[in-house]
Nanobody, 124 residues
Framework: QVQLVESGGGLVQAGDSLRLSCAAS????????MGWFRQAPGKEREFVAA????????YYTDAVKGRFTISRDNAKNTVYLQMTSLKPEDTAVYYC?????????????????WGQGTQVTVSS
């Protein structure tokens, strides 16, 4: 089992950058594919980005391609989401998730472990 704790959220202006971190407990972090999801008020949770166990393969939803970068440091048991050129529509609670099954998933049901979320608010 793995526990996930997100950090790095906050209030920023449109065009600013922010880096989210997700620290994982346990010694088998590199066994998990990791993902970031977000949920805006009144909306369903949506996929943002995912990364393979080694970090070689990454996946993004179209809305964030070219602006967000997912990465991981297996030595530090941490996955990151670097967000640039932020827009008001990026405002949401951002969740980190871990998947133990083979392959990367872009759906929330494909993930076994979740963090508590961190709020990102982008003002116009």
């Amino acid at each position: 089992q793995v526990q996930l704790v997100e950090s790095g959220g906050g209030l920023v202006q449109a065009g600013d950058s922010l880096r989210l971190s997700c620290a994982a407990s346990g010694r088998t972090f590199n066994n998990y594919r990791m993902g970031w999801f977000r949920q805006a008020p009144g909306k369903e949770r949506e996929f943002v980005a995912a990364i393979s166990r080694t970090g070689v393969s990454t996946y993004y939803t179209d809305a964030v391609k070219g602006r967000f970068t997912i990465s991981r440091d297996n030595a530090k048991n941490t996955v990151y989401l670097q967000m640039t050129s932020l827009k008001p529509e990026d405002t949401a609670v951002y969740y980190c998730a871990g998947r133990s099954s083979v392959g990367v998933s872009t759906t929330s049901i494909g993930y076994d472990y979740w963090g508590q979320g961190t709020q990102v608010t982008v003002s116009s």
